[in-house]
């Protein structure tokens, strides 16, 4: 198992981003796929690389049946199945921590505002997963939803019993999370310690490098094509 540095994570997302963008033919999707699901796993997510497989794949089939029973959310589809592989390189930067994230970008000397906006996304999220199972759970116990088949039968009694809650909840929570991170020192003028140690080692070198191989390759066939 290795582990990059969070300022190399960013680079990967962002240029992964951008190939996504440029590149739409089904072989290059599969490769940035491939190369995604190989950094997952030479970073030890094993779990969350295979689960992400079996999601990918059940979007696929979906997107062979969603056209005969839902064409509306077919491009919804479609649009998730072709930015599948940036997703699975934010699993794997989010999963270095808030701590070794927060002080690779603050050595980046980005703006505050930029830190702030982006540690509040990444300890807000996962709550807001948690919160909706939570939720949802509560549901079921009530029989109100017994599968995932009925919120999309009743989506207007769903959005009453999900949606509703959930804001109020949303609300709490920000405040909560705002108190956490102005304890914690959010707002600190002077320069961060960590723990963590946080800089550019071989196998970031490594990753970089197959970043630009993989880069070339999607290019040379395009030109190809």
């Known amino acids: 198992m290795i582990q990059n540095d969070p300022r190399t994570h960013l680079i990967v997302l962002l240029v992964m981003s951008m190939l996504v963008l440029f590149n739409e033919a ?37 997107l062979l049946v969603m056209p005969l029973i839902m064409p509306g959310l077919a491009p919804v589809v479609f649009s998730i199945t072709q930015i599948y592989p940036v997703f699975m390189i934010g699993v794997v930067f989010t999963a270095s921590g808030g701590s070794r994230i927060l002080y690779s970008l603050d050595a980046l000397r980005l703006p505050k505002p930029f830190l702030i906006v982006t540690m509040i996304f990444l300890r807000f999220f996962p709550l807001l997963l948690k919160e909706i199972q939570t939720i949802y759970d509560g549901i079921k116990v009530r029989g109100i939803f017994p599968t995932p088949l009925h919120l999309i039968r009743h989506p207007f009694i769903a959005y009453e019993c999900l949606v509703v809650p959930l804001t109020f909840r949303c609300l709490k929570l920000s405040n909560e999370l705002a108190v956490a991170a102005e304890i914690r020192g959010i707002a600190c003028l002077h320069k961060r310690t960590t723990v963590y140690q946080t800089k550019f080692r071989a196998n970031d070198a490594i990753t970089l490098f197959s970043l630009l191989l993989l880069s070339f390759w999607l290019m040379v066939g395009d030109f190809s094509d």
Request: hydrophobic content about 60%; proline content about 0%.
């Open 26 to 62: 089904q072989w290059q999707i599969y490769s940035m796929l491939v190369f995604s699901t190989i950094y997952m796993l030479f970073h030890g997510i094993w779990t969350q690389a295979i689960h992400a497989m079996f999601a990918y794949i059940l979007f696929k089939i979906l």
